[in-house]
Nanobody, 125 residues
Framework: VQLQASGGGLVQAGDSLRLSCVAS????????VGWFRQSPGKEREFVAL???????YYENSVKGRFTTSRDNAKNTAYLQIDSLKEEDTAVYYC????????????????????WGRGTQVTVSS
């Protein structure tokens, strides 16, 4: 299983970004995809998850600004980030876990077996 996150960059506060996570080596439609981020000096934290059915779940602090979706035909999950804030600056990672698995509330890193390299998002004021 391979995952590759992309779409990060240097943006200004208030801008929007759409991150992509392309998966290979798995039956993508049978996997949930989680998004995590890690800011400098902080531990990696959960931000969003999209289940194999398309149901989405968000960390409370990002609700209303983050939207995750998926296109199974393209083996790709997306994370739309609107109204970016400086505190959104982080490396963003996607992770996948086979459907039928249980997740903590909120999902934790150990809930996911496959991880991709992250993509850097830097938000300037």
């Amino acid at each position: 299983v391979q995952l590759q996150a992309s779409g990060g960059g240097l943006v200004q506060a208030g801008d929007s970004l759409r991150l992509s996570c392309v998966a290979s080596g798995l039956t993508f439609s049978m996997y949930a995809v989680g998004w995590f981020r890690q800011s400098p000096g902080k531990e990696r934290e959960f931000v969003a998850l999209i289940g194999w059915s398309g149901m989405a779940y968000y960390e409370n602090s990002v609700k209303g600004r983050f939207t995750t979706s998926r296109d199974n035909a393209k083996n790709t999950a997306y994370l739309q980030i609107d109204s970016l804030k400086e505190e959104d600056t982080a490396v963003y990672y996607c992770a996948a876990q086979r459907a039928g698995s249980s997740f903590a509330t909120p999902p934790q890193e150990h809930d996911f077996s496959s991880w991709g390299r992250g993509t850097q998002v830097t938000v300037s004021s």
